[in-house]
T-cell receptor, first 114, second 114 residues
Framework: AQSVTQPDIHITVSEGASLELRCNYSYGATPYLFWYVQSPGQGLQLLLKYFSGDTLVQGIKGFEAEFKRSQSSFNLRKPSVHWSDAAEYFCAVGRLDSNYQLIWGAGTKLIIKP | EAGVTQFPSHSVIEKGQTVTLRCDPISGHDNLYWYRRVMGKEIKFLLHFVKESKQDESGMPNNRFLAERTGGTYSTLKVQPAELEDSGVYFC????????????FGSGTRLTVV
């Protein structure tokens, strides 16, 4: 069965520092890949997605993610975090036998140190 | 345009009681989805409506959960009777018919069963 692993439950980063959140997925075929963010009191917001093509994907809020087939990874990065980036981040993949169902990682909570 | 609206935002009920969650999708979105996140675990798919029809309810945990979508507009998710393990955050999302994975999520309903 497909699964998504986000190995870090919490990450603490100083404001202005770079950020990388890890995501690995199981299963051989390349699924559609997504990163979502949930800020306090807000809904899940799509940061970026990868369907095919260029493996470096640009998203909103200055985020990018790189798909690496050999590592089954889709890590999220930002060169310089801001206090407003404090939120929970979810990696998700499209279920291979569906064109709408998402399979989610457990989430990574990002804490920003001033 | 108005987003996906869910209410209540929070609900605390006793074990054995009934709770009804409501989701108002974006106007014109035929697809409506329910997901839930139980106690810090992964977000999991519950079901998918196309207009008023249940397209896929494979993620519904048991028959204590009943989802409806009246006239293809808003949707309700009723839990009767609620159990402690039903506590979590219930997310609703909607999308256009042709927009692959083009979800817009609501901010969720946090359900606590005590």
């Amino acid at each position: 069965a497909q699964s998504v692993t986000q190995p870090d439950i919490h990450i603490t980063v100083s404001e202005g520092a770079s950020l990388e959140l890890r995501c690995n997925y199981s299963y051989g075929a390349t699924p559609y890949l997504f990163w979502y963010v949930q800020s306090p009191g807000q809904g899940l917001q799509l940061l970026l997605k990868y369907f095919s093509g260029d493996t470096l994907v640009q998203g909103i809020k200055g985020f990018e993610a790189e798909f690496k087939r050999s590592q089954s990874s889709f890590n999220l990065r930002k060169p310089s975090v801001h206090w407003s980036d404090a939120a929970e981040y979810f990696c998700a993949v499209g279920r291979l036998d569906s064109n709408y169902q998402l399979i989610w990682g457990a989430g990574t909570k990002l804490i920003i140190k001033p | 345009e108005a987003g996906v609206t869910q209410f209540p935002s929070h609900s605390v009920i006793e074990k054995g009681q009934t709770v009804t969650l409501r989701c108002d999708p974006i106007s014109g979105h035929d697809n409506l989805y329910w997901y839930r996140r139980v106690m810090g675990k992964e977000i999991k798919f519950l079901l998918h409506f196309v207009k008023e029809s249940k397209q896929d309810e494979s993620g519904m945990p048991n028959n204590r959960f009943l989802a409806e979508r009246t006239g293809g507009t808003y949707s309700t998710l009723k839990v009767q009777p609620a159990e402690l393990e039903d506590s979590g955050v219930y997310f609703c999302a909607s999308s256009q018919g042709t927009d692959l994975y083009g979800y817009t999520f609501g901010s969720g309903t946090r359900l606590t069963v005590v």
